[in-house]
């Protein structure tokens, strides 16, 4: 008798395990999908909803090309620096390498990512975009030798947690919050993949 029912107890939990892994995967595609719009700061040029294809087409954070939460008039923005992130971040470094202007414009660019809206966290009355802390210590090994009120970056922070929770990166319409890689949804670069840990 319990060899008989064994196959179909297999088969039962086959299909619960199958089952269980597409909820999860339609869960996250939705979540990583999903765009807000803040109700502040350069607001007006980020979309809410769903990510969308940009028309017109952005002019810069072309790898959201496709598929993005802001419109090309906050690309317009970065390009000419008038941005409210740009202004307080890529403006405010002197003698920033190339690798620190890419990490720069990768984290300017993230409002346009399809996945903005799982970086976003609210709180009463106000939003956070929420990066992680490896990606700060990218920041600080990229942008150390980069000047900051006269004084290298490194001298001035020790830890990229440190230089990510510096006044250029809260001086924003919407601060950057500094989270653990593990456990926490974060902003890793453009290359984040884990959206739904």
Known sequence: ETQK?????MATTRVWIVALCLVVFVVCQCYAQ?????VRGDAHLLVSGNATKPNPPLTECLMYSESACCTANYTQQ???GTDDVSKNLLLNFVNESPQCQNLLTELTCAFCSPQSGSFLETAPNDYYFSICSSFCDSLLSACGSALLNNQ??????STG????QSPPFWEVAIPYVVHDDYGQICFNGTNTTRICT
Request: glycine share 0%; aromatic share 8%; charged share 15%.
């Open 5 to 9: 029912r064994a196959p179909q107890l």
């Open 34 to 38: 999903q765009c807000v719009q803040p």
């Open 78 to 80: 970065m390009n000419m």
């Open 152 to 157: 290298s970056i490194s001298s001035q922070f």
């Open 161 to 164: 947690r440190d230089f990510c």
